[in-house]
């Protein structure tokens, strides 16, 4: 049993983007976890800032799909993520590669290409506000409570390259909007503490 906190590490990209006119800023992400409390796994995710929860606005992950069942459980049951099996296969070669991402139904999900190099940079959350890295998740189930999740992170980044194909299962279609930023995170460490839980009654009180 894997309740948190967990510590993970591995390596990504992250894409900034607003998606639409008057919208608020939303990241991709797609994520190698090469340790977790579960082990090694894939993640792709789609998360906002800004959305309205009982904490004020915070960010929140969208849509999340995972490449291990032991990350959906805990994922879903210690911080309300709203987590799916997928499967993920890649093709990489140096700096550079793709990924197709399929449901576990059997649809694709997405498929990106990307590129990573050039100088890399420190970077850490603990510059960032505490309002702008928690996490906060609306209930999974009828009756349950929201999760307001701080977490930290720290490692090195790069400017780098990504070119959605398509993101069609995952949130929105991607295909033709540029993202802002794009960074190569070639080693991070990421900390999911143990979330503050608010039901409705108690968050409006």
């Known amino acids: 049993m894997p309740p948190p906190p967990w510590t993970l590490t591995g390596r990504g990209l992250m894409a900034l983007y607003t998606p639409a006119p008057q919208a608020g800023l939303g990241a991709l992400m797609l994520l190698r976890y090469a340790t977790s409390p579960v082990g090694p796994y894939d993640e792709l995710l789609w998360a906002e800032a ?12 969208r849509s999340i799909v995972v490449s291990t069942k032991e990350s959906v459980v805990w ?18 070669d140096g700096r550079q590669g793709q990924v197709r ?3 576990e139904d059997g649809q694709p999900v997405a498929h990106l290409a990307f590129r990573t190099g050039g100088p890399r940079l420190p970077v850490t ?16 189930d009828e009756g349950g409570d929201w999760c307001l999740t701080r977490v930290g992170a720290s490692g090195h980044a790069g400017l780098a390259r990504l070119t959605v194909l ?8 991607l295909r033709h909007t540029r993202p802002r930023l794009t960074l190569g995170v070639p080693d991070f460490r990421l900390v999911f503490p143990v979330p503050e839980r608010r039901g409705f009654k108690k968050a409006h009180e």
């Open 50 to 61: 800004g959305r309205a929860s009982p904490a004020g606005p915070r960010p929140r992950v």
């Open 75 to 92: 994922g879903r049951r210690n911080w309300g993520l709203p987590k799916r099996l997928a499967q993920f296969e890649w093709q990489e």
């Open 101 to 103: 991402v399929t449901g």
């Open 125 to 140: 959350t603990a510059l960032v506000p505490p309002a702008w890295r928690t996490l906060a998740q609306p209930p999974l």
């Open 166 to 173: 398509h993101t069609d299962g995952l949130y929105l279609p």
